[in-house]
């Protein structure tokens, strides 16, 4: 029998018990970024991994789902996981059309495993530059698997800090298919949202082609979680920088929980009170149905109506 790996210190489990959100979610809400992780029992954790997380299994995450009034999810493959996409590929599979996945492969993948990769309902693959993540920046990797994937109509899914995008603007915007970034490139929320740092970030969108997660105010946030009353709004230092986004570019972004929130160390965010921020950034019924259905429906079931 092998023993299961402890979790790293510190690791905060996910929110047990999530409010029922105030704010209802439009019909045919897709959940465009949130992950599995294992039960390590079945589904083990790659030894590269930076972090062992706590299990967070597709159940748990079907039951999230339903909870919050989500119709679709999309899997996105944790870096705990490494490029063994067994965990995703079983939970999009058991969500019966329902699910989409981003995997993560390796520049030696065959077309073969990428057409099964698609066929078994993956749409996209992630790279990480994110120091604290991986061992070093996938430059090589990534131009490789580009190449591979372009073909299948795939996008490339990004995930950098803010401070690293002016060195990466120009390798990310010569690759050949979209874009989508992670988390709004992680902005620093204490600096100006007119100030050149986010600008440079929103004149990279709107030069490329690019769709934006507005995902992640819980893991951006300087200000701290909203009081427990849930009265006050919620992570208001990230609203103006999600806001801005969403006004420029209303047909390019989508929106994630990021359930079960990986490597939170200070709080854990209420996944209800994760709901009930959407109507912050996107104000308007129309500006809310592109955000969580039309965008979403179109770069993961295209051609499949909500
Ligand atoms: O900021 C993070 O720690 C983080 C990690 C991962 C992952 O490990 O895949 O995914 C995310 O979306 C965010």
Redesign the pocket.
């Given at each position: 029998m092998s023993t299961l790996a402890p979790k790293t210190p510190g690791w905060l489990d996910w929110y047990p018990n999530p409010s029922k959100p105030r704010f209802t979610l439009p019909a045919g809400t897709v959940d465009a970024?949130c992950?599995v992780f294992g039960p390590q029992a079945e589904f083990p954790f790659a030894p590269e991994r930076k972090y062992t997380p706590c299990d967070a299994s597709k159940d748990q995450l079907f039951a999230l789902r339903d909870h919050l009034g989500v119709t679709r999810t999309v899997i996105?493959q944790?870096?705990?996981h490494g490029a063994d996409n067994s965990a995703m590929l079983d939970a999009v599979q058991a969500a019966g059309g329902r699910a989409r996945g981003v995997a993560t492969v390796r520049p030696d993948v065959s077309d073969a495993e990428l057409r099964r990769l698609d066929e078994a309902g993956v749409r996209g693959v992630r790279f990480?530059f994110?120091r604290r993540?991986v061992d070093a920046a996938p430059h090589d990797a990534l131009r490789t698997i580009a190449k591979k994937i372009a073909p299948l109509g795939w996008h490339i899914v990004l995930?950098f800090e803010a401070a690293d995008l002016p060195e990466l603007a120009d390798f990310f915007g010569a690759l050949p298919a979209p874009l989508v970034i992670?988390?709004m490139g992680r902005p620093d929320v204490t600096k100006p949202v007119d100030g050149p740092e986010f600008g440079g970030f929103l004149r990279f969108v709107a030069n490329n082609d690019v769709w934006v997660k507005v995902s992640c105010p819980e893991?951006l946030t300087v200000s701290g979680p909203p009081a427990l009353d849930g009265e006050q709004h919620a992570y208001t230092d990230v609203v103006p920088f999600a806001r801005r986004v969403v006004e420029e570019f209303p047909d390019r972004v989508l929106w994630g929980s990021?359930w079960p929130h990986?490597?939170l160390k200070s709080h854990m965010p209420d996944d209800g009170l994760l709901v009930d921020y959407v109507p912050q950034i996107a104000v308007t019924a129309e500006e809310q149905r592109k955000l969580l259905v039309d965008n979403p429906m179109r770069l993961y079931w295209p051609g499949e109506t909500a």
């Open positions: 970024h992950h996105v944790a870096t705990c990480n994110v993540l995930y992670d988390h893991r990021d990986p490597n």
